[in-house]
């Protein structure tokens, strides 16, 4: 099946440090590609839609320039958090649609954990 | 804009029993695809089952299976068989079909599911 790697798995950094996100599809082409935010116990929240060669698109609420997306490639998108606070600790999960399939089926990578001292 | 309820924050059931989630969502649109995915402890978001819209026949995947009601607006998944690694949470989600590149998933609010041996 589509594999979509997504690293760090964790991560600690203190307050007022960027900390970037790298997204990959492993076996398949994305063009499209989502971030989402989970905080504990609760549902997955969309933060952006991610398109290769194209700005992101933000979902309302969320800072274009606090969580910046690039995705330069098919296969790779990233996510910065610029300039942390301990309110951007959080569970983010990237997910990729397979260009060539149809269906609306998104795979979802394992999720980061950033922890903002 | 769709919303995704699901009425039950925690259920369980012991080991080989069937268990049935309920989600019910609201939508003007007539076209869409609905999901189950399923988020087990190590948080890796994992598609269950995926239902068109069009089509009258309930999705099957081996021991899971919906039952989609498109004028009622519900789409329940049903679990046979209950093994201890179906303990998850599970989210039902729903997404409008857009073109290409747009497609968006809200998801519903969770149903938390402990297998019991």
């Known amino acids: 099946g589509a594999v979509v790697s997504q690293h760090p798995s964790r991560v600690i950094c203190k307050s007022g440090t960027s900390v970037k996100i790298e997204c990959r599809s492993l076996?398949?082409?994305?063009?499209?590609m989502f971030w989402y935010r989970q905080f504990p116990k609760q549902s997955l929240m969309l933060m952006a839609t991610?398109?290769?060669?194209?700005?992101?698109?933000?979902e309302q609420g969320v800072e274009k320039d606090k969580f910046l997306i690039n995705h330069a490639s098919l296969t790779l998108s990233t996510l910065t958090v610029t300039s942390a606070h301990p309110e951007d600790s959080s569970f983010y999960i990237c997910?990729?649609?397979?260009?060539?399939?149809?269906?609306?089926?998104?795979?979802f990578g394992a999720g980061t954990r950033l922890s903002v001292l | 804009a769709q919303t995704v309820t699901q009425s039950q924050p925690e259920m369980s059931v012991q080991e080989a029993e069937t268990v049935t989630l309920s989600c019910t969502y609201d939508?003007?649109?007539?076209?869409?695809?609905l999901f189950w995915y399923k988020q087990p402890p190590s948080r890796q978001m994992i598609l269950v089952i995926r239902?068109?819209?069009?089509?009258?026949q309930n999705a099957t995947e081996n021991r899971f299976s919906v039952n989609f009601q498109k004028a009622a607006k519900s789409f329940s998944l049903k679990i046979s068989d209950s093994q201890l690694g179906d303990t998850a949470m599970y989210f039902c989600?729903?997404?409008?079909?857009?073109?290409?590149?747009?497609?968006?998933?809200?998801f519903g609010t969770g149903t938390r599911l402990t297998i019991i041996p």
């Open positions: 997910s990729a649609r397979d260009t060539l399939s149809g269906g609306g089926i998104q795979y």
């Open positions: 076996d398949f082409q994305a063009t499209t």
């Open positions: 991610s398109n290769e060669g194209s700005k992101a698109t933000y």
């Open positions: 939508t003007s649109e007539s076209n869409y695809y």
């Open positions: 239902q068109e819209a069009y089509k009258q």
């Open positions: 989600a729903f997404m409008k079909h857009e073109n290409f590149g747009n497609e968006k998933l809200t």
